[in-house]
């Protein structure tokens, strides 16, 4: 989870600093709102909770246990893990953009993008595959066009030729993760929140249960909030984002 004010930690730390004051910030407290007591997991949802979502937004359960098992094995293959990382290096600046654009937390975008890429289909990516109709999502964030279309970016009754295009604006990485911003700041109007509530969630409950419901609408499976969650304090994924790595050494002077 993103600790408070991690971007502004990140100016004031120099050097290395950061990451074990990033971590330490992590580290929940005794008297943090977000304890390990099943109360206070957010990634838990009441029958009521759940009633409502799944009316009003069509979400599902849990993937089968096996599924789950799956997706946990492959998130221990390294070389995998590797090659997501550096796919997702390709794209932070076009995610930093987004989120100074949205308000949206980086974060929350990045882990959503690492997900969908470290667990993607075979093929998905692949033009050819894409127009043929096997797939039904694209791109790095694994979006739809019928997420172009609650965009107001599509018409229902598009042409062939308007979804061919739209198709290749999903398969396009930069536009998929605009069309992913656009997707987290639609769902959060539904549920009248303001981006800033994707910030500080390891402080706060309620914030991190906003975190959670954005992810569980993103991906429609009740497990996949604790994932993104999981995603979101990642130290590699934070110095990913957060780092001065990637900038050239005349950048840095």
Not at 78 to 101: G, I, K, M, Q
Request: hydrophobic share 40%.
């Amino acid at each position: 989870m993103l600790a408070a004010g991690v971007g502004l930690c990140l100016l004031s730390l120099g050097g290395t600093n950061w990451i074990a004051h990033k971590r330490s910030l992590l580290q929940p407290q005794p008297d943090s709102p977000l304890s390990s007591s099943a109360e206070a997991d957010p990634t838990t949802f009441t029958a009521e909770e759940l009633q409502q979502l799944q009316r009003r937004f069509g979400v599902h359960g849990p993937q089968p246990k096996l599924a789950q098992l799956f997706t946990r094995g492959v998130d221990q293959l390294t070389p995998l893990r590797n090659h997501t990382v550096n796919r997702l290096d390709a794209l932070r600046p076009v995610v930093l953009r987004e989120s100074r654009r949205t308000g949206i937390n980086p974060m929350l975008l990045a882990a959503i993008l690492f997900d969908e890429m470290q667990h993607a289909k075979p093929g998905e990516d692949i033009p050819l595959a894409a127009h043929s109709g096997l797939f039904s999502t694209h791109g790095p964030a694994q979006l739809g066009l019928s997420e172009m279309v609650k965009q107001g970016l599509l018409r229902e009754d598009a042409s062939p030729e308007e979804l061919a295009d739209a198709r290749n604006q999903l398969l396009n990485p930069e536009r998929n993760v605009e069309l992913l911003a656009g997707k987290m700041a639609r769902l959060l109007d539904l549920l009248n929140q303001t981006p800033n509530s994707t910030f500080n969630v390891s402080q706060s409950r309620s914030r991190a249960k906003t975190v959670a419901t954005l992810a569980y609408l993103h991906n429609g499976k009740l497990d996949y909030p604790a994932r993104i969650l999981r995603y979101m304090q990642d130290p590699e994924l934070h110095g990913l984002m957060f780092s001065v790595r990637n900038k050239p050494a005349a950048e840095l002077i």
